[in-house]
């Protein structure tokens, strides 16, 4: 693919000739033009007709023929159907112009060397040490660790056209993570990610970590055939209790978050609008994502996995800059909710540990005591 080279920045060709501002009067500017000299248009506040986010979005995605964005609540929309949804002010149409506005204005500053560009390469963290096991405890075998290991609970929804393949995603590249650290992964998928299952095996001793991918809403997390697996107000607190939740889905950060950690949850992290994705490259999505997975799962805190999956959203978004695939994964990004985001979502500390650790004399525990 030629690219071209516009500031500080190096743009596939196409990307490069899509607009990148619009002027009060609603006429629309070029990145060539901008870098040649011209006055750039100004974004944010100062944008305030609809009809101009609009006639710049809808310019910038007719530069993009074969794009299907996908919606993790709602479906799979072609290039005319989200034109469509642009032109009707739908709240979906709103979002995608929402996010090409921000990230045009993004890009501009990047170009004009305002703004750092983003790297295209992501270090892994190490793997965070297990506590030490002490001398008198060392008597057990490992073999008989099982007894002790911590359970991690996946409702991965891989029934439906749209979570499918993300689904699968997690199952081969985040559950063996977990695995791989110790925990035993119990995992929901088919027609078994329902609320039946979901209720029982939340509630087993030792489920310290809960997550998948599925359809939701602002107050519940969905499974197969789009059923409620956790609604606010028809769950046992039982069942999120000193739990760290993830859940890839719509809107799920906004309340259920809050109410798990109400409930008695130590953390909770999702997302506060729709996810929103590009068919071609949704790859990009789920990976950014499932590195919060990955970075509790060898022991990182919570405020170090949300960094660890910013800097996996800007992975993403630098290695197609310019394009519509660049712009939902900032917007996915900046709708992220986690203890970072405020203390309603919990512990910015919280950790999970493959195996329960005990304090306490090896007779003690024998002989109950404590």
């Known amino acids: ?117 983003l790297s295209d390469r992501f270090v892994m963290p190490k793997e965070i040490a297990l506590p030490a096991v002490p001398a008198e405890w060392k008597i057990i075998p490992k073999a008989k660790w099982i007894s002790f290991r911590n359970k991690v609970l996946f409702c991965e929804n891989t029934t439906d056209s749209v979570t499918n393949q993300a689904a699968l995603y997690r199952i081969n590249n985040v559950h063996p993570v977990f695995a791989n650290r110790g925990f035993e992964v119990i995992k929901l998928d088919g027609v078994n990610d329902n609320r039946t299952n979901f209720a029982a095996r939340a509630k087993e001793s030792r489920v310290v970590y809960i997550g998948g991918i599925g359809h939701g809403n602002y107050d519940l997390y969905t499974g197969h055939g789009n059923s409620s697996v956790l609604r606010i107000g028809a769950y046992d607190p039982l069942e999120v209790q000193d739990c760290s939740l993830h859940f890839l889905s719509c809107r799920t950060g906004r309340d259920l978050g809050p109410n798990t950690i109400a409930k008695g949850a130590k953390s909770y992290t999702g997302y506060s609008e729709n996810f929103t994705f590009t068919w071609a490259n949704s790859t990009l999505f789920w990976k950014a994502d499932s590195q919060f997975d990955i970075s509790m799962a060898i022991g990182r805190t919570v405020q170090q996995a949300i960094a660890d999956t910013v800097n996996q959203f800007n992975v993403g978004m630098a290695t197609v800059p310019g394009t519509s695939t660049a712009a939902l994964l900032m917007q996915d990004r900046d709708l992220l909710r986690s203890p970072v985001s405020g203390a309603a979502w919990g512990s910015k500390t919280d950790t999970v540990l493959p195996y329960v650790f005990y304090n306490i004399s090896l007779k003690d525990f024998a002989n109950r005591s404590v």
Request: net charge positive; aromatic share 6%.
């Open 1 to 117: 693919m030629s690219t071209v080279k516009l500031g500080k920045l190096t743009l596939p060709q196409f990307a490069a000739e899509k607009p990148i501002g619009v002027r009060g009067d609603g006429t629309l500017m070029y990145a060539k033009e901008i870098i040649a000299g011209k006055t750039p248009p100004k974004f944010g506040l100062d944008l305030t007709s609809f009809q101009n986010k609009a006639k710049l979005a809808i310019a910038r995605i007719k530069m993009e023929s074969d794009l299907k964005i996908g919606v993790i609540s709602e479906g799979i929309y072609n290039q005319r159907e989200i034109i469509s949804h642009i032109e009707n002010q739908t709240s979906l149409g709103k979002q995608i112009a929402d996010a090409e506005i921000k990230y045009s204005e993004f890009l501009l500053n990047q170009m004009l060397g305002k703004t750092a560009l």
